[in-house]
């Protein structure tokens, strides 16, 4: 027996070394298996794009469970003989990458962005990226993630850069990309629009005013922001509310707090009758409902009333006025004037920036946006249906699959995206301009072309993962042979901002989907059932954990008791259980590994599987029970059920191999009859190898160590040993 089962299993003296053999040996490269003969080159393919973690920083708890459950399936494909692939790639994430090396600027040099001017900042920002990129692969890495190291790809990479320009080119042409002046979300902190992902939203007490316009004005509305009301230009009532029939249609002149305002009450059917008074007051330059319920009743959205800074962009009493601070101002006038019925205190959900804490304004702006209820020319769909159909059809599964109504639920609802950002790290829109000449190209304009300074939504990129990474535009092998993926997995929080874009955008720009199945996990949450964050103090930090119980033991954590879509909890206490099983498990090997090396004596061929006929009936029944296991667990997997694989492999190497199996083995190991002896630590060596086959996926570190010193070893490295059948 090897001297390393004298001591306990030390994962911090092994996970790195096990690591690096795996990287040496080139086996996560599946052209590499196919030359060293572990895999044929006519064997399927399966393949995984890794969602591509921020260059901003530490992975969390869900990086982790992502992670830990992909290399699962991509262990067990490459063990079922699978042409297996894990691309491996990072994002620039232009606002958070952007935001996080302004504020180091500003409390290091005191400048801004502009201080610096464009060239300087980007200089400072790739070098950040460069570094935090180092940071990401060496945790990727530290969790065992077998990604092939090869074809590791950035979304602002020349390849990734070119494939966003090819695909913006064809969309415009299309005639699905377009300029216009249409309300977005804009934080006056980080001066550029945001997507709805990039909002916090947070539990702030506020007031509800009710009042009306003027004395003569017959509606009173209830709103928490009275100063933007200075842009009204309409109530909305609901076409069943009998209280305002007959208002409906009627115009209104007044002067609200020095703002002469024009007012048409409308009947709409998304007013709520039930809310306040059952009226609302329209500031369409300033509400994306307002704005739709705007576009339907052919009412003006050009009264804007708060600038870029946040600020009042009207004349009197308001001018200039924070947006607080004209809130003041228009309550006092209100009561002064005795238009103000009532104040309530509420709790509301305000709308901040993730990335700079600014709270969120609803303006119109000149943005690039992608048109998805146009019919896209030739294909006679729009790519809202493209986003919807190969979900309907079956073509893409999602898991679990409660979340399809969910989608197509958003999809209904979903509005024309906007792509452009102020900021300036990221893909740089692919529009020139020469005077009133616009050209769009995949390559710069020639000189005297000036090239649009905003740059792309990190989505739009992001959108394309599934194929740039495998070199499109270029007509790859990689991308012959892998593409469309196998599978997605990412959490549910980003079905729609991730997962049903790159259905878009790789629907649009191939005809295909990007991946079959969608498997979502749930959010990670503490042992109480809150969500991780910084300011409750309860993250856990997956490379503390590891470095503290072994990667091994967090992954367990993670899976056992993680199901698709479902919210699940961690704590340290639960990965410590795991490493007391990752010791149980080195153990049993200790015990095994002995009783074999008793046994053999001498005899190469010692190890090899003899018949069935050679074991008794207790050893056979002991074999058919793991074989209804082994049946179960590869099941599990490929049903997608990876929590109880996880589950049940424990439960068996725990309870049933450990406290049964060999427990009732060690009087027959030290009896007097030879042959039971032999044949004994014969079936306590085939129990382990296949359990460590098994578990393999799941602890890829324990039980590669342990395969290291089998007799039973086949292959130079477990994570290229077969899967065990039932008849093995």
């Known amino acids: 027996m090897p001297e390393k089962f004298l001591k306990p299993y030390d994962p911090a003296a092994t996970e790195s070394r096990i690591y690096a053999a795996w990287e040496e040996s080139g086996f996560f490269n599946p052209d590499e298996c196919v030359n060293k003969g572990v895999t044929r080159a006519d064997a399927p393919a399966y393949s995984i794009a890794l969602p591509p973690p921020n260059v901003t920083g530490r992975l969390h708890m869900g990086h982790a469970l992502m992670l830990a459950v992909e290399d699962i399936f991509i262990r067990y494909k490459r063990m079922r003989g699978f042409r297996t692939i894990w691309m491996p790639g990072t994002d620039h994430a232009a606002i958070a990458t952007q935001s996080v090396v302004e504020k180091q600027i500003k409390k290091e040099e005191g400048k801004s962005r502009h201080d610096l001017g464009r060239e300087e900042l980007l200089k400072r920002i790739e070098a950040f990226a460069a570094e935090s990129h180092a940071t990401i692969v060496y945790q990727l890495k530290a969790m065992g993630a077998s990604l092939d190291w090869s074809r590791e790809a950035f979304t602002l990479d020349e390849t990734r850069s070119r494939a966003v320009r090819a695909v913006f080119k064809r969309m415009y042409d299309a005639g699905l990309i377009y300029r216009g002046n249409r309300i977005v979300n804009w ?80 009947a709409d059917k998304e007013v709520d009758p039930d809310f306040g008074t059952g009226a609302v007051g329209l500031t369409p330059a300033h509400s994306h409902t307002d704005w739709d319920i705007a576009d339907r009743h052919g009412l003006s959205h050009e009264v804007i009333v708060i600038n870029e800074y946040a600020r009042m962009a009207v004349t009197g009493r308001l001018a200039d006025k924070k947006t607080v601070e004209a809130r003041e101002a228009v309550v006092k006038w209100l009561g002064d004037e005795g238009l103000l019925e009532k104040e309530e205190d509420i709790t509301q959900n305000v709308a901040t920036a993730e990335r700079t804490g600014g709270i969120i304004e609803p303006l119109p702006k000149l943005q690039w ?73 995949v390559e710069p304009a020639e000189d005297g072309w000036i090239q649009d300074e905003d740059t792309l939504d990190t989505w739009f990129s992001s959108g394309l993962w ?18 469309p993926t196998d599978l997605l997995e990412t959490g549910y929080d980003i079905l729609f901002f991730w997962v049903a874009r790159m259905i878009l955008m790789t629907e649009f720009a191939l005809g295909d989907i990007p991946f079959k199945t969608v498997y979502l996990h749930g959010l990670v949450r503490d042992a109480g059932g809150r969500k991780m964050s910084k300011s409750l103090g309860n993250n856990l930090d997956p490379l503390i954990m590891s470095e503290k119980f072994g990667a091994d033991s967090a992954r367990m954590a993670l899976v056992v008791g993680s199901t698709p879509g479902t919210d699940m909890r961690i704590s340290e206490d639960k990965i410590k259980g795991y490493k007391h099983f990752a010791n149980k498990l080195w153990n049993i090997a200790r015990f095994v590994l002995a009783s074999a090396s008793e046994q053999k004596n001498g005899d190469r061929t010692w190890a090899s599987a003899p018949e069935r006929a050679h074991f008794s009936a207790y050893e ?6 793991l074989d209804e296991l082994t049946k179960e667990i590869t099941t599990d997997i490929d049903e997608f059920r990876i929590y109880l694989a996880a589950e049940k492999i424990y439960h068996y190497v725990w309870h049933e191999f450990a406290d049964k199996i060999i427990e009732e083995s060690k009087s027959t190991l030290s009896g007097n009859d030879a042959s039971a002896r032999v044949s004994r630590a014969r079936l306590l060596l085939l129990i382990l190898d296949r359990v460590l086959r098994l578990l393999h996926p799941f602890m890829p570190f324990v039980t590669e160590e342990i395969y290291q010193s089998m007799p039973t070893k086949d292959t130079e490295f477990l994570m290229v040993a077969k899967w065990p059948s039932s008849a093995e």
Request: hydrophobic content about 35%.
């Open 187 to 266: 934080d006056p902190k980080g001066q550029t629009t945001i997507s709805d992902d990039e909002i916090v939203y947070e539990e702030r007490a506020a007031k509800l005013y009710t009042f009306r316009y003027s004395k003569d004005f017959p509606i009173s509305i209830a709103t928490t922001r009275p100063e933007t009301k200075v842009g009204d230009v309409a109530v909305a009532v609901h076409p069943d509310d009998s209280r305002y029939e007959k208002f409906v249609g009627k115009e209104y002149d007044a002067i609200f707090c020095d703002v002469p305002i024009h007012i048409k009450i409308v």
């Open 466 to 483: 599934t194929f740039s990474t495998l070199g499109w535009p270029d007509d790859t092998d990689d991308y012959k042979n892998y593409h």
């Open 620 to 625: 056979c029944e002991r074999l058919d029970k």
């Open 369 to 441: 946006w992608v048109e998805v209820n146009k019919e896209i020319p030739g294909r006679g769909k729009t790519l809202k249906e493209l986003m919807i159909e190969p979900v309907r059809s079956g073509a893409i599964k999602i898991i679990p699959d409660y979340f399809e109504k969910t989608y197509f639920h958003w999809i209904e609802n979903l509005r024309d995206w906007c792509i452009s950002r102020q900021i300036w790290y990221g893909h740089r829109i692919p529009v020139w301009y020469r005077g009133e000449e616009i050209t769009v190209g």
